[in-house]
């Protein structure tokens, strides 16, 4: 393999792009607080930034990852080999025109909800109470309470190495927590997203609604990284699990959740090998229980 040299990859970037950061802590980087380090982070503040990075990873030969907030990642104890591209609050801002909103891919999700019910629109409350970026909830297709972000995104702003491209909403291949970005190494920039017209007071009111439900059911005082797999079909998976017998079990720091078995939580001290081996008993188990084969939904990274 050509790349391997993380200096020189690091000063490459250094000399392109001013936030760029040698041997990261993943672990201060996701909301597990779990995870290896990255070999090189960037935190690019603009579109040319982030086509320094595409470009230069390249050149070396280096992996490029990109992420959020890392509310949706699990990362090995080993860390990321490569660079991984942050996308988040220095890359966040949304600009209103009539029902629609631009919106850069690090711009909070609950910054976005609070900022449309100020314009008088809405539609996107159930979105307020999830704690990863716009890029993250368009490449996920994110949801929640009967509401998937894919159905207001009208066009979605991209880079790669061949390039800036843009996808139409039908391009997009959006189904249950994916779409067509889940499998292709692309870099969400930004999306516009065709909200609807509301009361500013009654948006906020079913917000604060939705937020109730959430710290009301879900273990919010844990790191976790929500619910830990994907909703199989006719089922709910906090069910199969706790129908399991598996609720408040252990491995290590890694419990699943008391409050809600559809999450595992870190209790404290968890390694990233703790939760994904919880992961897989979990699965074994429900498995054995329910014939129902669970899929995670938590993106595990990093080297194993
Ligand atoms: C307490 C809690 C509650 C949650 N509740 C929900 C919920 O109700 N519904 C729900 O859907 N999710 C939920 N989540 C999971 C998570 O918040 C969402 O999946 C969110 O959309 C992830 O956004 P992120 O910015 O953190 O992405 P990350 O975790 O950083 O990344 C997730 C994936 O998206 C990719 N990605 C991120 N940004 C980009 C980009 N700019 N371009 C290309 N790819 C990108 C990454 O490569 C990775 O594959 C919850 C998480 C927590 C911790």
Request: hydrophobic share 40%; proline share 3%; glycine share 14%.
């Amino acid at each position: 393999m050509r790349y391997m040299n993380i200096n020189a990859v690091s000063k490459a970037l250094s000399e392109a792009i001013e936030d760029v950061r040698v041997r990261e802590s993943m672990a201060d980087h996701t909301s597990f607080k779990v995870g290896g380090d990255a070999d090189v982070m960037v935190v690019p503040k603009s579109n040319k930034e982030i086509m320094h990075a595409v470009i230069i990873a390249d050149s070396f030969g280096a992996p490029l990852s990109v992420m959020g907030k890392g509310t949706n990642l699990l990362v090995t104890s080993k860390g990321i080999r490569g660079v991984v591209l942050k996308l988040a609050d220095n890359f966040s801002g949304m600009v209103f025109d009539g029902d629609c909103v631009s919106v850069k891919s690090g711009t909070p999700l609950a910054a976005l909800v609070r900022e449309a019910a100020s314009h008088s629109l809405g539609g996107i409350e159930f979105l307020g109470g999830i704690p990863g970026t716009l890029g993250g909830a368009v490449t996920m297709n994110a949801g929640a309470y009967g509401g998937e972000i894919g159905g207001f995104v009208q066009e979605v702003y991209l880079v790669s190495k061949d390039g800036a491209a843009m996808l139409g909403h039908d391009e997009m291949g959006f189904g249950y927590r994916k779409s067509v970005l889940s499998e292709k190494p692309l870099i969400v920039t930004g999306a516009v997203l065709r909200l609807k017209k509301c009361d500013a007071e009654k948006s906020k009111k079913r917000l604060s609604e939705l937020n109730g439900k959430r710290r009301e059911k879900q273990p919010l005082e844990y790191p976790s990284a929500g619910s830990t797999f994907k909703r199989p079909e006719g089922h709910y998976a906090g069910a199969l699990i706790e129908q399991a017998g598996l609720k408040g079990f252990g491995i290590g720091g890694a419990q699943v959740s008391e409050k809600h078995a559809g999450f595992i939580v870190n209790r404290g001290g968890a390694t990233p090998e703790d939760i994904i081996a919880l992961i897989v008993e979990v699965q074994r188990r429900v498995l054995q229980n329910s014939s129902v084969m669970l899929e995670p939904e938590v993106k595990i990274i990093g080297e194993r």
